[in-house]
């Protein structure tokens, strides 16, 4: 199974500040065939599931704020919030979708300093 | 609007089987464009996927190896839904679970509201 770690485990970061959040994966997760990284991150908050934030590494879903971005390839990853709201306070998770089973990091929690 | 509604008993006891079912609304189980996915997550495993299953001519089912000799996840296309079955069940099942939809490359683009499901004697 690939192995996904997400780092840090928590943060606190004040609003209005930029938030990174790093997913390394314990193999690449590049499609060679049409060179995409089959990876994605989702939001959780508390009592909900998980909402689906950006696949492909770095294509928003429908609906996501544009201060919401992805980048990275091969075996690392990061999640960036531009500019942190009191509403983006969750749990975050990163998942690789290149193998089955496909797997998802341990998340990160961001908090409001 | 897609809809995912889980249900099933909320607590059973060590080597119990858990059955779940997923009502799909707003979407069909046979869509030759959609997967069906049981994930569920817990304290200490955290997001864990379990099994899925998809029609592209035929119905397919995969399970992940952790669970694979206990799980079983089909489609009832008359009610429209999916579900999941785990047997002998311990604590260590204990979690919520969730249903999702996944897209024909692998991420889950829609989340069911979990149903927490609890082993304890």
């Known amino acids: 199974d690939i192995v996904m770690t997400q780092s840090p485990d928590s943060l606190a970061v004040s609003l209005g500040e930029r938030v990174t959040i790093n997913c390394k994966s314990s193999?690449?997760?590049?499609?060679?065939?049409?060179?995409?990284?089959?990876l994605a991150w989702y939001q959780q908050k508390p009592g909900q599931p998980p909402k689906l934030l950006i696949y492909?590494?770095?294509t928003r879903e429908s609906g996501v704020p544009d201060r919401f971005s992805g980048s990275g390839s091969g075996t690392d990853f990061t999640l960036t919030i531009s500019s942190l709201q009191a509403e983006d306070v969750a749990v975050y998770y990163c998942?690789?979708?290149?193998?089955?089973?496909?797997?998802f990091g341990q998340g990160t929690r961001l908090e409001i300093k | 609007q897609l809809q995912l509604r889980p249900s099933g008993p909320g607590l059973l006891k060590p080597s119990q089987t858990l059955s779940l079912t997923c009502a799909i609304s707003?979407?069909?189980?046979?869509?030759?464009?959609?997967?069906w996915n049981w994930i569920r997550q817990s304290p200490s495993r955290g997001l864990e996927w379990l099994g899925r299953?998809?029609?592209?001519?035929?119905?397919?089912?995969d399970y992940a190896l952790s669970v694979k000799s206990r799980i079983t996840v089909n489609p009832d296309t008359s009610k429209n839904q999916f579900s999941l079955q785990l047997n002998s069940v311990t604590p260590e099942d204990t979690a919520v679970y969730y249903c999702?939809?996944?897209?024909?490359?692998?991420?889950?683009?829609?989340w069911g509201q979990g149903t927490l499901v609890t082993v304890s004697s």
């Open positions: 999702t939809r996944e897209t024909p490359v692998g991420w889950s683009d829609f």
């Open positions: 707003g979407d069909s189980v046979s869509s030759n464009s959609a997967t």
């Open positions: 299953t998809y029609f592209r001519s035929r119905w397919f089912r």
């Open positions: 193999q690449s997760v590049l499609y060679s065939s049409n060179n995409k990284n089959y």
């Open positions: 492909y590494t770095s």
């Open positions: 998942q690789q979708y290149h193998s089955t089973p496909y797997t």
